[in-house]
């Protein structure tokens, strides 16, 4: 019996392959693979799918956090607010250019930032709160731009995993100052590499991040600024055109299996399944339940997880140490237990096979067996 993977990229090659080669057998045979028509054309159809005048295309997820913070003059002495259930990348940027990241708790069935806690953290030395919209669950992005607004503060969107979300029908990225997406092979919108890119309503921050991106040049060998290298490239560029086609359609399908998760998840025991927000449509770019076990919820989950792998069917678990305590973060000073939530679900969340192509029959399994694994574990 053939295993089930956490997701799997060579079946949706599949299914745009003749597409796919086409256009990028036309940027090899221009001799043009940095920028051209492929990067403007993506750049143009990106800002109106988003819903916005403006979409920079760049190297990374991560670079467009970096670009964001650089064009919005954030450094030392700024305080940034942001969850510290994410990857490293939300808040390494922020170091980065000499900010402090401020972390805060989550909402426990959503994930996602905790509005009440973002709030109580704004000081006068804070600058910027940056949400992360995690695991296509889009953050309440009416009640967190009310906060931003009340405090002046500016809004960066992390939208690396949610390409496609929305909140009350806009699209997330088009909300904040700016809104920072990735293009890593994995997300909803993958590229065949790495990618990324930054939306915003606002020209003139548009060509700040174009400059910033391209060495700190107003012009070719006149650099103005202190820049960085960060270019999303030709062939990425024409298969991100090819997939974007796609990519409602597959939202779509992602929908369809966590709806269908959640009918049969429902009423297991020891399990909680995800919901999509309130006000939130969510692009399910990961689908994790939590799986509760008190104090020893790791050793539940870890050991669920090492079963369900013997039974060839493979999940992943992500985040287990919140950003307040990673090492690299430690002269900040954050103790064990200081953002109880985090922590717990840390200790707790497990996402199952999630990706469009994943057919009912192995739906059926992952549950199955899910199902079946759980009765030998005990809650503990």
Not at 155 to 179: L, R
Request: aromatic share 8%; charged share 25%.
């Amino acid at each position: 019996m053939n295993s089930i993977p956490p997701l799997d990229l060579t079946r949706q090659y599949e299914t745009i392959r003749d597409r796919v080669n086409a256009a990028v057998l036309d940027i090899l045979a221009s001799g043009r693979y940095i920028g051209g028509s492929a990067v403007d054309r993506f750049e143009e159809r990106f800002a109106e799918y988003i819903g916005v005048p403006e979409a920079v295309s760049c190297n990374s997820g991560t670079d467009a956090l970096f670009l964001a913070l650089r064009a919005l003059d954030i450094g030392p002495g700024d305080r940034v607010i942001t969850t510290s259930f994410s990857f490293i990348a939300t808040s390494e940027v922020i170091t980065a250019v000499g900010a402090t990241p401020v972390f805060v708790d989550i909402d426990p069935e959503t994930f996602n930032l905790d509005l009440d806690r973002v709030e109580a953290a704004v000081t006068p030395d804070t600058r910027a709160i940056v949400p992360v919209h995690l695991f296509g669950r889009p953050v309440d992005m009416t009640g967190l731009m009310a906060i931003a607004r009340k405090h002046n503060l500016i809004v960066i969107e992390d939208c690396a995993q949610a390409t496609g979300a929305t909140w009350e029908g806009k699209k997330v990225g088009s909300f904040g100052d700016f809104g920072c997406f990735s293009f890593f092979p994995t997300k909803n919108l993958g590229a065949c590499g790495d990618g990324g890119a930054v939306t915003t309503s606002d020209r003139a921050l548009a060509e700040k991040i174009r400059v910033l991106k391209n060495h700190g040049q107003a012009g070719r060998y006149n650099s103005e600024v202190l820049g960085i290298n960060s270019r999303l490239d030709a062939v990425q560029a024409a298969i991100l055109n090819v997939k974007l086609d796609d990519l409602d359609g597959w939202n779509d399908r992602r929908r369809a299996i966590a709806n269908r998760y959640g009918q049969m998840l429902e009423a297991v025991p020891g399990v909680i399944p995800p919901r999509d927000c309130a006000g939130g449509r969510s692009v399910w770019n990961q689908y994790t339940i939590r799986v509760e076990g008190g104090a020893r919820g790791e050793s539940r989950r870890d050991r669920l997880r090492a079963d369900l792998q013997k039974r060839g069917v493979s999940t992943m678990v992500y985040y287990p140490l919140p950003l307040h305590l990673q090492g690299v973060h430690r002269d900040l000073g954050y103790r064990k237990g200081q953002l109880p939530i985090s922590e717990q679900i840390g200790n707790q969340v497990l996402s199952l096979p999630m990706f469009p192509e994943l057919s009912e029959e192995q739906q059926d399994r992952v549950v199955y067996s899910l199902k079946d694994c759980l009765e030998s574990v005990a809650i503990g």
